[in-house]
């Protein structure tokens, strides 16, 4: 079935696409089966997949042109999962499936705006609570409270040290800073913590938390597995890479040292779950999956290693080697973050090194 076109998107203010969580590199991975084939419901119209789950899409701009959300039939109504970004063509959708139903509670993944965007909308219109995981749900708080006239002198030296010109840091600087409070609607004051290993019980389903790392600090997966279902966010995506990025918030970590992990951590669950992704279609092959994220990621370290024993490069002077693409300026920033990313897990695993030259930083490997 072909997805409706969105509703008139032209009323809400376009969002800053370097804060949707898109991956945006193609992997598609051999294994992989998908019970419903290419089916995908209109926006705003639920498709039961059993046992009071339901799925339907709403709108994203950009290429992902969708995001999954999930109702669970609850106690007096229905719980939903993630949320969409804060547009009106987003809230009609939710009229629309809604259809009447009370919402029980709110369950976002994670931080990013196209999961978290309409969740205060909605505990609001329901009075239900926001149930997150504590790092996420502070996290996003601090964002939507962190506006300023100009970006923080720690963000420009960022894509300063990676290798931007002032051309293209230009643009960045005269958007001010505090955009993701735009697509995202203000959070109620308190939240339910979601940890690892906490069930969860909607109607009559145990649901488990899984936490995975790298694509944010504590991305919430939850997990059936009386009914084989695990509801996945972007921790697993079918035939795209989720986002792994270095930020200005946690300058010396290391997010694809997290994530990496994060895949080990998950070939623990089981190989039969039905995999509910944020993007694309559900899917049966899990452990396939996760081999073709790490098999991407390790290659492309492989690749880059090789790239830095010929000159010192820039992060910028990267993108060819990991993602085999021009970058244009739409997803510049992404590609920035990701190219960081692998940089610095080379650095932290010892096969490259640094140093700074008129605040640019140039990679060499050991």
């Known amino acids: 079935m072909a997805t409706a076109s969105p509703p008139d998107v032209a009323r809400a203010p376009a969002p800053d696409m370097s804060l949707v969580d898109h991956g945006f590199e193609p992997l598609e991975a051999r294994g992989l089966t998908y019970p419903m084939g290419k089916f995908a419901p209109e926006y705003g119209v639920v498709h039961a997949l059993g046992n009071g789950l339901g799925w339907t899409r709403l709108y994203v701009p950009g290429s992902l042109r969708h995001i999954n959300v999930w109702l669970l039939e609850d106690a007096g109504g229905v719980a939903v999962v993630d949320t969409g970004l804060l547009l009106d063509s987003s809230k009609e959708t939710w009229v629309k499936a809604l259809a009447g139903r009370p919402v029980t509670r709110v369950l976002v993944t994670h931080f990013h705006p196209d999961h978290l965007g309409c969740a205060g909308w909605l505990c609001g219109e329901h009075g239900v609570a926001l149930w997150m995981n504590r790092t996420e749900y502070l996290l996003a708080r601090m964002l939507i409270a962190d506006k300023r006239a100009e970006p923080p002198v720690e963000a420009v030296a960022q894509l300063v040290g990676a290798g931007w010109t002032p051309e293209q840091i230009a643009p960045m600087k005269a958007q001010g800073w505090g955009n993701f409070a735009r697509v995202v609607s203000e959070m109620p004051v308190g939240h339910i913590p979601m940890r690892d290993g906490d069930v969860v019980r909607v109607g009559n389903r145990d649901w488990t938390v899984w936490i995975g790392s790298g694509h944010t600090p504590e991305h919430v997966c939850l997990i059936d597995f009386a009914g084989k279902v695990m509801i996945a966010g972007d921790?697993?995506?079918?035939?795209?890479?989720?986002?792994?990025?270095?930020?200005?918030?946690?300058?010396?970590?290391?997010p694809?040292?997290?994530?990496?992990?994060?895949?080990e951590k998950f070939r623990a669950l089981p190989a039969d779950l039905l995999v509910l992704p944020a993007h694309g279609e559900p899917f049966f092959g899990l452990h396939a999956r996760l081999d073709r994220l790490e098999e991407g990621h390790l290659t492309s370290l492989d690749r880059l290693h090789a790239l830095l024993?010929?000159?010192?490069?820039?992060?910028?002077?990267?993108?060819?080697?990991?993602?085999?693409?021009?970058?244009d300026e739409s997803i510049l920033g992404l590609a920035t973050g990701e190219a960081l990313a692998h940089?610095?897990?080379l650095e932290v695993t010892g096969r490259a090194r640094f140093e700074v030259r008129?605040?640019?930083?140039?990679?060499?490997a050991i």
């Not at 694809?256 to 895949?263: C, F, N, R, T």
Request: glycine share 8%; net charge positive.
């Open 235 to 254: 921790q697993v995506l079918p035939r795209i890479t989720s986002n792994v990025s270095m930020t200005i918030t946690e300058p010396q970590g290391n």
């Open 256 to 263: 694809l040292g997290e994530w990496l992990a994060s895949i």
């Open 343 to 345: 940089l610095r897990h």
């Open 309 to 327: 024993t010929e000159k010192p490069r820039r992060a910028v002077d990267c993108f060819g080697v990991l993602f085999g693409r021009a970058i």
């Open 358 to 364: 008129d605040g640019v930083r140039y990679y060499c």
